[in-house]
């Protein structure tokens, strides 16, 4: 349960990485001269534009490094668990007794 709950967070960071490249905010912004060649208003635009894919890129990055940090975390979970199991299956019964 604990292993699904944590996989399914990193495929849902995954998806949303994914719907943000589809998105591509970036290019609703205009480019060109905005039909005022020169203006400032132009480069404010270019600059605009510029902080939205930097932005973009950003919270990709950072959903892509968080999705996979996700799956390496369910992945050792099943391991440590695997091997918890498999310590405890080796064990004589009885009571455990201090060394």
């Given at each position: 349960?604990?292993i699904?709950?944590?996989?399914s ?5 995954a998806h949303?990485?994914e ?7 970036a290019?609703?912004v ?7 060649p020169?203006?400032?208003?132009a480069?404010t635009m270019?600059?605009v534009k ?5 932005r ?10 968080h999705?996979?940090?996700m ?11 695997s091997a ?5 299956t080796t064990?004589?019964?009885g ?5």
């Amino acid at each position: 349960m604990v292993i699904d709950n944590i996989r399914s967070t990193g495929q849902a960071a995954a998806h949303v990485a994914e719907g943000l490249r589809g998105a591509d905010c970036a290019a609703t912004v205009p480019t060109g001269d905005l039909g005022m060649p020169g203006s400032r208003a132009a480069l404010t635009m270019a600059q605009v534009k510029h902080a939205l894919v930097q932005r973009e890129t950003g919270f990709e990055a950072r959903l892509d490094t968080h999705a996979g940090n996700m799956a390496q975390a369910a992945d050792r979970y099943v391991r440590q668990e695997s091997a918890a199991a498999a310590d405890l299956t080796t064990r004589a019964s009885g009571p455990v007794k201090a060394t």
